[in-house]
Structures are given as C-alpha cells and as structure tokens.
C-alpha cells in the first residue's frame, strides 16, 4: 500500500524558511519521480516543483531562485526547501506521485506566511 505522509509545515513569518519532507513507503522510491503542489484558501491546487528518477527538478516560475526540492533514497523521503517566503506561498503543500496512471497524495500539511 502506497502511503506519503508530509510534515514539516507551520507558521513563520515574511522573509523565512521552511524545510517540508515527505516519507514514502510502498513504492519503490528510487524510481519514481515525486512532485510537490500546494493548495492556496480559494485557489485551485498548483504543481510547485518536482523531481524525476534521475534528478532532474522542475518549479513554478513563482517559486525559482526560493525552493529546492531533493530526495534521499535511503530514507524514501523526499524534500522541499522553502527560503524567503512570501505571504502568498501560504497553502497546504501536498505530495503526489504516480505508480503506473495511479496517483497517490499525501493528506498534506499547512505553510502559513504571517507576520
């Protein structure tokens, strides 16, 4: 059974940081690509980076030059690094990954930017 658990939300203010983690099990993990999206109060769900089997990264323009996303194949986690955060990278962050045309999500976890 596939399961992506998230952690590492909260709240920070303007200007912050944030290191969110994914934990995957059930899959094999070093070949999946995983991606992160997030989901703002009355906005449809965004794709906010991903990355391939083999390293290559993808992110929205919104987010270049402030988010990393990696992965570690020997703890099945994969990660995004979040600096300089704006008030609008609030949302729920979720990951996402496919086996096969299925999809699986994580329940997701809350990035509040705040002063």
């Known amino acids: 059974q596939v399961q992506l658990v998230e952690s590492g939300g909260g709240l920070v203010q303007p200007g912050g940081s944030l290191r969110l983690s994914c934990a995957a099990s059930?899959?094999?993990?070093?070949?999946?690509?995983m991606t992160w999206y997030r989901q703002a109060p009355g906005k449809e769900r965004e794709l906010v980076a991903s990355?391939?089997?083999?390293?290559?990264?993808n992110y929205v323009d919104s987010v270049k030059g402030r988010f990393t996303i990696s992965s570690d194949n020997a703890k099945n986690t994969v990660y995004l690094q979040m600096n300089s955060l704006k008030p609008e990278d609030t949302a729920v962050y979720y990951c996402?990954?496919?086996?096969?045309?299925?999809?699986?999500w994580g329940k997701g976890t809350l990035v509040t930017v705040s002063s």
């Open positions: 059930g899959i094999i993990f070093r070949l999946n690509a």
């Open positions: 990355i391939t089997s083999i390293g290559t990264t």
């Open positions: 996402n990954t496919y086996v096969g045309l299925m999809p699986y």
